[in-house]
C-alpha cells in the first residue's frame, strides 16, 4: 500500500497570505494525485486531480504541482472561505489512499 | 446537477450488519465508477470500497474486505454496501463518491454525497 504524509498538519495564516501544502508518497505516483478541501461538517470537494488539473468551478488562486514522491498545493491568496482542511490521495496504487490532511485555520 | 443520496445509517451493535444506500442522479450513472469513503469522527478520509460502472469489478480496503460487499443496481442508479461484523472502529461519516473519471477503477472521487453517520456500539 501507498502511503502518504502530508506536511504540515494544522497551519494557522491570515486572509491574502500565500500558503502551500505538502503531500509525500511512499513511492513514485508519477501524477496521480488529486488534492480535496473539506470546510467543517461538510463533504469533501474535489479541487485538483492529476496533480495540477483544477477542477470546474475552482477558483484559480488554488494550484497543484509536482510529480513523483513530492506535491504542493498553492493557495495564492488565502479568502475566508478557504479555511478548511486539505487532503491529498494517490490513485497510482491498486487501491486508493489518502494524505492524514492539512488542517488550515484563521491566525 | 448530480446529486447523491446517502441512507441507511444507524447505531448498531458489534457484530451486527448493516445496508447503506446511495441514490444518484443527474449523470449516467451506469457510465462511472463509484466509491464509498468514511471519516471516523474527528479523523481523517478512508476509502473503503470501490466499484466499476458495470459492476462486474469491485475493490476493498484491507480493513473491510470480508466484511464488506459493494454493489450497484444500475437499473435504479443506486449503489450499496453491505456491512457485515461491524466493529467499533467501524463508527463513521459513509461517503459515497462518483468517480472523476471515466476508468473502471476508483481514481478521483467528486462530487460526493452528504454522508450517513454509523455507529457501532462495543
Known amino acids: 500500500e501507498i502511503q502518504m504524509t502530508q506536511s504540515p498538519s494544522s497551519l494557522s495564516a491570515s486572509v491574502g497570505d500565500r500558503v502551500t501544502v505538502t503531500c509525500r508518497a511512499s513511492?513514485?505516483?508519477?501524477?496521480?494525485l488529486n488534492w480535496y478541501q473539506q470546510e467543517p461538517g461538510k463533504a469533501p470537494k474535489l479541487l485538483i486531480d492529476?496533480?495540477?488539473r483544477l477542477q470546474s468551478g475552482v477558483p484559480s488562486r488554488f494550484s497543484g504541482s509536482g510529480s513523483g514522491t513530492d506535491f504542493t498545493l498553492t493557495i495564492s491568496s488565502l479568502q475566508p472561505e478557504d479555511f478548511a482542511t486539505y487532503y491529498c490521495q494517490q490513485s497510482y496504487g491498486a487501491l486508493p489512499t489518502f494524505g492524514p490532511g492539512t488542517k488550515v485555520d484563521i491566525k | 446537477e448530480v446529486q447523491l443520496l446517502e441512507s441507511g445509517g444507524d447505531l448498531i451493535q458489534a457484530g451486527g450488519s448493516l445496508r447503506l444506500s446511495c441514490a444518484a442522479s443527474g449523470f449516467t450513472f451506469s457510465s462511472y465508477a463509484m466509491s464509498w469513503v468514511r471519516q471516523a469522527p474527528g479523523k481523517g478520509l478512508e476509502w473503503v470500497s470501490g466499484i466499476s460502472g458495470s459492476g462486474d469489478r469491485t475493490y476493498y480496503a484491507d480493513s473491510v474486505k470480508g466484511r464488506f460487499t459493494i454493489s450497484r443496481d444500475n437499473s435504479q442508479n443506486t449503489l450499496y454496501v453491505q456491512m457485515r461484523g461491524l466493529r467499533a472502529e467501524d463508527t463513521a461519516v459513509y461517503y459515497c463518491?462518483?468517480?472523476?473519471?471515466?476508468?473502471?477503477?476508483?481514481?478521483?472521487?467528486?462530487?460526493w454525497g452528504q454522508g450517513t453517520l454509523v455507529t457501532v456500539s462495543s
Open positions: 492529476s496533480a495540477s
Open positions: 463518491a462518483k468517480d472523476c473519471s471515466s476508468t473502471s477503477a476508483p481514481v478521483c472521487f467528486g462530487p
Open positions: 513511492q513514485s505516483i508519477v501524477n496521480y
